[in-house]
């Protein structure tokens, strides 16, 4: 049919273009207009607004080829919820990051500070980042915060702020503004780990959890959900792989509609070493219900790394005599 078309539009064309030759050879002789109006112009002129013509025509021809055809529909927005801190790799990480899901498309960053206000640099870094954003804030309770010295893993970290996240979501995605603003994904994303863009693809059909390897966590190459026939029957992992959900935040996603449908899921700041994410998702989802992504739970598209932390005794030393980097250059 298309095919066809095409030849009824060049047979249209050719005729046209005879027609306007022959029109042309009738006038015989120069325009005594300006040397830019000389026959030749006005014919390639002509042609041109033929060619546009026959242009717009096949657009209009393709766009009604397939009306039983659906519009295309916009992907289901994915919120990425990252609970942040100030330190001195910062504003490398969320940049890092930030760069990242700009590949992604439809997607909304919900950064959340670990901070008693909104700082400038994350304020100032989202504003240029291109992203379409919320910038949250709350602060660990003291008593909660790790102090300098403490072991990482002696609390969990960003509890709270994945739980503001959580908030912002469900009062902004309430029921009565319609069926479309309940659809999407959550994904909590730490402000230092490494995000393939295939992640992303992988999580947007989510119906409720989905879940796939995460790389160099847990003290091992990887740790992943074992799947067999479809599903979920176990974890590799190894360190107590009776926890409810052995899983680390960087290996699962949530569907909006189940965020919204288990209004008292949220993390426990509580929770002992390991469970923190357990303590969400035995709130959403059962192990029976997860979804396998990445080929099956194959494929390690998000990596757990870990900055190191700056040294700065030259920095010191320098400003002990007064002669520091200069505090009004943002790092
Ligand atoms: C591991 C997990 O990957 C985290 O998802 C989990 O929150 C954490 O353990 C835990 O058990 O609490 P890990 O690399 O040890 O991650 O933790 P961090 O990357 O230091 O912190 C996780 C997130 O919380 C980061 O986005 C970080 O910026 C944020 N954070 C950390 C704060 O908001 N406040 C803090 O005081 C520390
Ligand atoms: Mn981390």
């Known amino acids: 049919m298309r095919l066809k078309l095409k030849t009824v539009f060049v047979l249209y064309f050719m005729v046209s273009l005879m027609g306007l030759v022959y029109a042309l050879m009738q006038l015989g002789q120069r325009c005594d207009c300006t040397e830019h109006d000389l026959p030749k112009d006005r014919t390639i002129s002509r042609l041109r607004g033929e060619l546009h013509r026959l242009e717009e025509q096949m657009k209009k021809v393709e766009a009604t080829k397939s009306p039983h055809q659906a519009p295309k529909s916009t992907p289901p927005t994915i919120f990425v919820i990252t609970p942040t801190y100030s330190r001195f790799v910062q504003k490398a990480e969320l940049t890092r990051l930030s760069q990242t899901f700009l590949h992604v498309p439809q997607l909304h960053w ?3 500070e670990d ?5 400038p640099l994350v304020a100032g870094l989202l504003a240029d980042s291109g992203l379409a954003y919320t910038h949250l804030h709350t602060a660990t309770p003291k008593e909660r915060k790790l102090q300098d010295g403490d072991p990482s893993w002696l609390k969990p970290r960003g509890a709270e702020q994945r739980n503001e996240g959580l908030r912002w979501l469900r009062e902004d995605r309430r029921a009565p503004q319609g069926a479309d603003s309940q659809q999407g994904v959550v994904y909590f994303a730490d402000d230092d780990n490494t995000y393939s863009i295939q992640l992303f ?3 947007r059909g989510t119906q409720r959890v989905s879940v796939w390897p995460v790389g160099l966590v847990g003290g091992m190459r990887y740790e992943r959900p074992v799947v067999e026939g479809g599903k979920v029957v176990r974890f590799h992992t190894g360190w107590r792989p009776s926890r409810p959900f052995p899983l680390d935040m960087a290996g699962f996603a949530v569907s909006l509609k189940a965020v919204l449908a288990n209004q008292d899921a ?10 923190l994410e357990s303590s969400f998702l035995q709130g ?10 990445a080929d099956n739970c194959s494929k390690v598209l998000v990596w757990h790394t870990r900055t190191e932390k700056p040294k700065m005794k030259r920095e010191d030393a320098l400003q002990a005599q007064g002669l520091g980097s200069d505090n009004a250059v943002e790092v």
């Open 201 to 203: 693809q992988e999580m």
């Open 284 to 293: 959403v989802v059962t192990m029976e219900e997860l979804e396998p992504r």
């Open 115 to 119: 901070s008693p206000h909104k700082t």
């Open 266 to 275: 949220c993390f426990d700041g509580n929770a002992p070493m390991g469970f």
């Open 110 to 112: 919900v950064l959340v």
